[in-house]
């Protein structure tokens, strides 16, 4: 209801004002009606699923949270209105990799996975992206492959235990050649040329023979060609047994 006016007259005691009663009635009423506008039963509620601005009641004041502005957020005061802005918002990403770039449009996805042997997963602690196995899956694999040449930059190659090749390519050996060695030099089959230092028979010479050098001194005519006279040339032969 509206609330009602005591009538008090135009001057003191002229007798047109409400009666003492009639003047107690309206007070009582216009306190009863307030006592109703705000009861105890009156409280905000915060409703839909965001953040709720109501904060409480502070006896007959109902009390609300004040909006603050945040990082890179603007708030105007309007006469109807409170306006939110975000005039720095971030609406392309660029995504640079080893392969080339591409442009992430503002609400867009992008996706990270592991190539050949290569794990990810998120991080939801700190929001990291983690990659592993990146550095020793080529211990882990047992059957690896290159796809190109490789190149050592001068490096040694250690704990190898077999090298198979077709073909030993470079500048000349420097070093000892330790272990057994399969396969041809320059044509030549390794294992034939061995046996020749390692298992001579020379079958039945009357002179004792050591070594393959000393066979063939004894056993390869050399010709000297035909020599004048008087020859600038001097030949010694040894002694002859």
């Known amino acids: ?3 009602e006016l005591i009538n008090i007259g135009n001057i003191a005691n002229d007798g047109t004002g409400d009666e003492l ?26 409703t839909g699923t965001g953040v709720g601005i109501y904060r409480g009641r502070n006896e007959n004041d109902l009390e609300f949270k004040s909006l603050v ?19 720095d918002v971030l609406t392309e990403t660029p995504v640079i990799t080893d392969a080339g770039s591409y442009v992430l449009a503002s609400g867009g996805v992008i996706r990270v996975f592991g190539g050949t042997a290569i794990d990810t997963s ?12 990146l550095f020793d899956e080529l211990s882990k694999d047992t059957t ?7 190149n050592a930059q001068s490096n040694n190659i250690t704990n190898v235990n077999r090298i198979t090749a077709n073909e030993f390519q470079g500048g000349s050996f420097q070093g000892n050649f330790a272990g057994n060695f399969t396969g041809t030099v320059n044509g030549i089959n390794t294992d034939v ?16 023979i050591t070594s393959f050098y000393e066979y063939l001194v004894k056993t390869i005519d ?3 060609g035909t020599a004048s006279s008087p020859s600038p040339d001097s030949i010694d032969f040894g002694s002859f047994v």
């Open 1 to 3: 209801m509206a609330i």
């Open 69 to 87: 502005a945040g990082n890179n957020v603007e708030l105007a005061d309007n006469p109807a209105s409170i306006e939110i802005s975000v005039p």
């Open 122 to 133: 998120l991080d939801t602690l700190d929001n990291s992206i983690v990659i592993t196995n």
């Open 193 to 208: 040329v061995s046996s020749f230092f390692d298992d001579i028979d020379f079958g039945g010479l009357p002179t004792n």
């Open 144 to 150: 690896p492959e290159l796809g190109g040449t490789l």
């Open 21 to 46: 009663r009639v003047a107690f009635r309206k007070i009582n009423q216009n306190f009863e009606d307030l006592d109703l506008r705000v009861a105890d039963a009156v409280l905000g509620i915060n």
């Open 222 to 224: 050399v010709d000297l």
